[in-house]
């Protein structure tokens, strides 16, 4: 099985940026894809942006393309997104989630293991 550990979020002023990292243990397989959700209170989980852990496929969301960018370092089994430009509608927490049979990856119903979040707050 894999397990997921979210890490990096915090309070910062609109404008500003953060790093969360997504440290991956367990069986992986080179197929998975890797992506990053968000969910503010009240709201469904929403999709943020997904990378596989081999090939350079990328997926954002329209919301946050050109302010976010989500990398991987295979070596580490380390996925990270960084945040520019942040928003209050940014906050929310962020999870991290791994899809074994990457298809319809901007659906959270696709993925099949997920980390515990990271809450993420934007002040105006």
């Known amino acids: 099985q894999v397990q997921l550990v979210e890490s990096g979020g915090g309070l910062v002023q609109a404008g500003g940026s953060l790093r969360l990292s997504c440290a991956a243990s367990?069986?992986?397989?080179?197929?998975?894809?890797m992506g990053w959700f968000r969910q503010a209170p009240g709201k469904e989980r929403e999709f943020v942006a997904a990378?596989?852990?081999?090939?350079?496929?990328?997926y954002y969301a329209d919301s946050v393309k050109g302010r976010f960018i989500i990398s991987r370092d295979n070596a580490k089994n380390t996925v990270y997104l960084q945040m520019n430009s942040l928003k209050p509608e940014d906050t929310a927490v962020y999870y991290c989630?791994?899809?074994?049979?990457?298809?319809?990856?901007?659906?959270?119903?696709?993925?099949?293991?997920w980390g515990q979040g990271t809450q993420v707050t934007v002040s105006s």
């Open positions: 989630a791994a899809d074994s049979i990457p298809y319809r990856f901007v659906l959270a119903a696709e993925y099949d293991y």
């Open positions: 990378i596989r852990w081999s090939g350079s496929s990328i």
């Open positions: 367990g069986r992986t397989f080179s197929s998975y894809a």
